[in-house]
């Protein structure tokens, strides 16, 4: 079920001043607001088509050797390479009917009896099919022109980077895809498409390859919208995965998705954090296979009392992250967020040592983060 971007949850315990959004630390001491706004929402263009989108399917000029009709006129032959769904156009000349009928003659899809710009023909099967005029009367009405795509619903796999078109079927399709960066940010773009316009949404989920074969799920389901396109992250270690991904019957689902590689250090504890300069920022991610509570910790020295800001950009999709603020050993601040969010702490600090926690809060938790000491 698709996860809405959601307002950050505050933990129940804080004081009622912190749920206004400031927290007084030290008899004023330090004055912390503590805030969020959404990020990593959907992108707002399409899919561009590329090459592998659809099948254009062959066609030829065989008559079958069985024709079940009263009165036929055979157009074309068409073959299909995979299973899936054909969308088409055709027009008609004369009054009756265009079919699509299998080997022996049998129509399979009668697809009514004027021109139509968009029809589509789902659950169809590897094969030859024939496509002709049909009339009940004595005179079969003649196809004009016919073009047709094939849209497989096919498991298979995606390649980094490069888009794929998959016909819905309303259970999920499984396309496998390889990580080959040791940490690294995944993001996949995905749209569902209605063959005869407009847009729906799509479920997609991330399993990982074990090694008997079989597949564990290591993300929550993402329900992605169906406004254009839609943008997702996680974040995966090295090997071998495939996405879950479901749309509808009725329609087609784009998917694309792409890996950024991770290198850079942090502290597993407080006593390695590591520092982050003034104005300037470092990011990493948390991966799906890092244990449930995993913290990376970071460390800011405040030269002076000053207005000052730390940022905490969350870009997970999956599962909650919680970005938590100290001075020395003392608690400022903290907030959880369970979808793509800017995190901020901002007020008047004093001089003084300052730690960043962002801790990934349960199992299937993923996502690339960045802390930035702003000001």
């Known amino acids: 079920m698709r996860k809405r971007i959601l307002a950050s949850i505050m933990c129940a315990a804080l004081s009622a001043s912190m749920m206004m959004g400031t927290v007084m630390v030290g008899a004023a001491e330090n004055s912390v607001k503590t805030g969020s706004t959404k990020i990593f929402t959907s992108t707002k263009q399409a899919l561009k088509s590329e090459s592998g989108k659809k099948q254009v399917v062959k066609s030829g000029n065989v ?7 009263d009165a036929t006129n055979l157009y074309k032959t068409i073959t299909l390479n995979a299973n899936g769904t054909i969308v088409f156009s ?45 009339s009940y009367g004595t005179t079969a009405p003649s196809i004009t022109s016919f073009s047709a795509s094939l849209y497989s619903s096919e498991n298979g796999s995606i390649a980094a980077s490069k888009a794929k078109y998959i016909a819905g079927t309303g259970s999920y399709n499984y396309q496998t895809f390889y990580v080959s960066k040791k940490r690294a940010q995944v993001k996949i773009t995905s749209v569902g498409q209605y063959y005869t316009g407009g847009n729906h949404g799509v479920t997609v989920l991330i399993q990982k390859r074990n090694s008997n074969g079989s ?92 207005s000052s800001r730390i940022d905490v950009y969350s870009y997970n999709s999956s599962g909650s992250v919680t970005a938590t603020l100290y001075k020395g050993g003392k608690r400022l601040s903290y907030r959880t967020v369970s979808s793509p969010t800017n995190i901020y702490f901002k007020g008047k600090l004093s001089k003084g040592t300052y730690y960043v926690k962002v801790t990934k809060n349960t199992a299937k938790t993923s996502g690339m983060y960045k802390v930035k000491y702003t000001k």
């Open 63 to 69: 008559m079958p050797k069985t024709m079940k009709r």
């Open 90 to 134: 055709y027009s008609l000349s004369g009054y009756g009917y265009c079919v699509i009928a299998d080997a022996n003659g049998y129509g399979v899809k009668m697809l009514g009896n004027t021109s139509k710009n968009t029809v589509y023909a789902t659950n169809m099967k590897r094969g030859t099919y024939y496509v002709y005029g049909f």
């Open 215 to 306: 597949y564990s799920t290591v993300s929550d389901s993402e329900y992605a919208g169906s406004s254009n396109s839609y943008t997702t992250g996680y974040a995966l270690n090295k090997g071998s995965y495939r996405f879950a991904l479901k749309g509808y019957t009725s329609g087609y689902m784009a998917v694309k998705w792409t890996q950024t590689g991770y290198t850079g250090s942090y502290g597993t504890k407080k006593s390695k954090s590591k520092t982050i300069s003034r104005k300037k920022s470092k990011s990493n991610v948390l991966t799906a296979s890092d244990k449930k509570k995993t913290s990376h910790w970071y460390k800011i020295k405040v030269t002076k009392k000053r």
